[in-house]
């Protein structure tokens, strides 16, 4: 992920000879394959956890990281509504991608929801 945001730095030896319309192209082909890194990351470690009957989601470092996820997610989203993407494909297009994209998004993150529910019901009820 850092290296797709990193691209566009003058200091970026391996990408100095590339216009910008192919480095714009390169990041997000990069921050498309890290997006899904990361989502199969949670989708393992969230089987894992269930597999070993551990609660999900309940250090300071999960919190964070799920955060993270959504500001990601949502990045992605706005990147749709922008540049050349949103020249190079009809409306019909752009939204059947953001839907899938919403889809996908909330689907790994559902864990995360039943998780916090549960820990937002225990901090109330008790």
């Known amino acids: ?6 691209l566009f730095s003058g200091d970026n030896v391996w990408t100095q000879s590339l216009d910008r319309t192919k480095k714009y192209w390169l ?10 890194a990361v989502t199969a990351g ?24 799920i955060a ?24 019909t297009e752009q939204q059947a991608v953001l839907g ?3 889809i996908i998004a909330v689907w790994s993150l559902l864990a995360a929801f039943k998780s916090g529910y549960n820990q937002l019901k ?3 009820v008790k």
């Open 1 to 6: 992920m850092a290296e797709g945001i990193i």
């Open 27 to 36: 990041h997000g082909i990069l921050l498309g394959i890290s997006i899904a």
């Open 42 to 65: 949670i989708g393992c470690e969230i089987y894992r956890k269930n597999v070993n009957g551990n609660s999900h989601f309940v250090s300071d470092h999960a919190i964070t990281g």
């Open 68 to 91: 993270c996820y959504a500001i990601g997610i949502a990045s992605l989203c706005l990147g749709y509504y922008i540049g050349a993407f949103r020249r190079l494909v009809t409306e």
């Open 100 to 102: 899938v994209t919403i």
């Open 122 to 124: 225990n901090v109330f």
